[in-house]
């Protein structure tokens, strides 16, 4: 198979997992390509495509803009915060003005889940889900497997763990989706206030002693606390958070194996991972990183050539 079964990247729970192999072997060329001393390739010259922001982002924005342009690709870049959606115009009016500029494709972020979902219904550009609210971030899952399968050979067969605020992450849900597609075993960690009451149908175990799970696990994957989605406390204090579910040098050293730690990024040092953790060689969480331009430019590479173009 050498194109995707799909049109857009909605979410890791529309695709198959012929379609992330494809997206890997893609990624292992545009990993190539990226370490060259000339990282630039023409293959999407005559596409543009938008990068519509509507909630912060470091990581993953740059990300995609790199990846865009080392594709040679003409972007442009929209922030919620600096647009007239504080005017009060609507999602699908603010999207069909940038399209009316023969926008190709439109990544994006939005505080509401679905969003990305509902604009492929009334737009015709091609869209990449780069976030939604707490549902999916198909992205960061594809990247976060392909780390996996680079560090330990596969993905299949391996148990991860996926601590912290399930409840509130796009990241869990999109990682316990690509990593079940690539036959890995998941349980998800973290205090019962924050694990969704619909997890127990998703397939994934449950367990809520951190080192139990550690014991249990080849990767860890340490989540951020998502406070700015907490309307209420889901947990007495930050320090018997970090006590119960945090990761910390002695407790890594004294499992009877070497696991390999993940997390999303923002990092927040010392409450669900230490420095001493997220600094030392069991960590690949600046490999995610560089993965995320080479998984991104794979993305933006098979979509493009999906897109129906309007004769001029
Ligand atoms: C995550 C996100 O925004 O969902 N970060 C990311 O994209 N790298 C996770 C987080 O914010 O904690």
Redesign the pocket.
């Known amino acids: 198979m050498n194109e995707l079964s799909v049109k857009h990247l909605l979410g890791i729970k529309y695709i198959t997992e012929a379609d992330i192999q494809l997206i890997f072997k893609t990624a292992d060329h545009f990993k190539e390509v990226i370490n060259r001393s000339i990282k630039k390739v023409p293959s999407l010259r005559d596409i543009t495509i938008s990068n519509l922001f509507f909630e912060s ?1 470091t ?2 924005r740059l990300s995609f803009e790199l990846a865009e342009k080392r594709l040679s690709a003409d972007v442009i870049n929209f922030s919620a915060s600096a647009s007239s959606v504080n005017k009060g115009e609507t999602l699908i009016d603010t999207v069909n003005n940038i399209l009316s500029m023969k926008v190709d494709m439109v990544v994006m ?1 939005h505080p509401n889940p679905g969003a990305g979902v509902f604009l492929s219904k009334h737009i015709k550009a091609c869209i990449i889900n780069a ?1 939604d609210g707490t549902h999916e ?1 198909p992205t ?1 899952a594809l990247l976060d497997c392909y780390s996996i399968r680079e560090r330990l050979g596969d993905v299949a067969g391996k148990n991860v763990v996926i601590v912290g605020d399930i409840l509130h ?3 869990a849900l999109s990682n316990i989706f690509a990593l079940q597609k690539l036959g890995a075993t998941v349980k998800v960690c973290g205090p019962k206030t924050l694990l969704p009451k619909y997890i127990g149908n998703l397939g994934v175990g449950i367990e809520t002693n951190l080192r139990k799970a550690l014991q249990w696990c080849d990767v860890a994957n340490m ?2 606390v ?1 406070n700015e989605r907490m309307d209420i406390s889901y947990f007495p204090s930050t320090r018997e958070y970090t006590q119960q579910f945090g990761l910390n040098k002695a407790m890594l050293d004294s499992l009877d194996k070497e696991i390999v730690v993940m997390h ?3 990092i927040n040092r010392g409450v669900e991972i230490t420095s001493d953790v997220a600094d030392s060689k069991q960590a690949i969480i600046l490999e995610q990183v560089q993965n995320g331009v080479a998984i991104r430019m794979a993305v933006l590479y098979l979509l493009a050539s999906k897109i129906e173009r309007d004769e001029d």
């Open positions: 982002s990581r993953t972020r976030g971030h960061q992450s796009r990241v989540l951020r998502q999303p990024g923002p």
